[in-house]
């Protein structure tokens, strides 16, 4: 049987890989509503909330980061579906954006704190035919770790997947 797997710039030995694969990462309280942020061997960064809501703004807050995690991820897989399936594209952005109601957060009457709703707004620069754009889509939307763990959690997600030449 053979065990290497080649996705686009990947090359991967199938036999080697983990299970699971885990992620994680380590806070420390660096003061007011900031944590300092470490994550495998890369620098670290702070984490804070808006003035509007008792932060210092030193960093991006929790949900920032969240749609930034969404937008990466969203990315790599776009972009390991589009080298399986020969989509040509010369450019990709990327926009994700989500709510929440505060009154949950600080447990005002029967507000909940729950993300309800995640916008993700993606345009890529290519010449394909729409159909092309709307198969990776579909495979994405089967395969993104993020968006299928916000699918699942009862998350509804609104795309709006667009191509320009």
Not at 29 to 53: C, Y
Not at 93 to 101: G, K, L, V, W
Request: hydrophobic content about 45%.
């Amino acid at each position: 049987m053979e065990t290497k797997l080649q996705k686009g710039h990947l090359e991967l030995d199938v036999a080697q890989l983990p299970e699971a694969l885990e992620f994680g990462a380590k806070g420390v309280w660096q003061g007011g509503l900031k944590m300092q942020i470490r994550v495998r061997d890369l620098a670290p960064f702070v984490l804070d909330e808006p003035k509007e809501i008792g932060g210092e703004n030193a960093g991006p807050a929790p949900l920032e980061t969240l749609m930034a995690a969404h937008i990466e991820c969203t990315a790599v897989t776009f972009m390991v579906i589009a080298e399986e399936m020969g989509f040509d594209y010369s450019g990709l952005e990327i926009e994700a954006a989500c709510a929440i109601d505060p009154k949950g957060f600080l447990a005002v009457g029967e507000a909940t704190p729950e993300i309800k709703v995640v916008t993700t707004k993606l345009v890529v620069a290519t010449t394909e035919p729409p159909e092309r754009l709307q198969a990776v889509q579909a495979a994405y939307r089967r395969r993104c770790p993020v968006y299928t763990t916000f699918r699942r959690a009862g998350v509804e997600m609104k795309d709006v997947w667009k191509s320009l030449p």
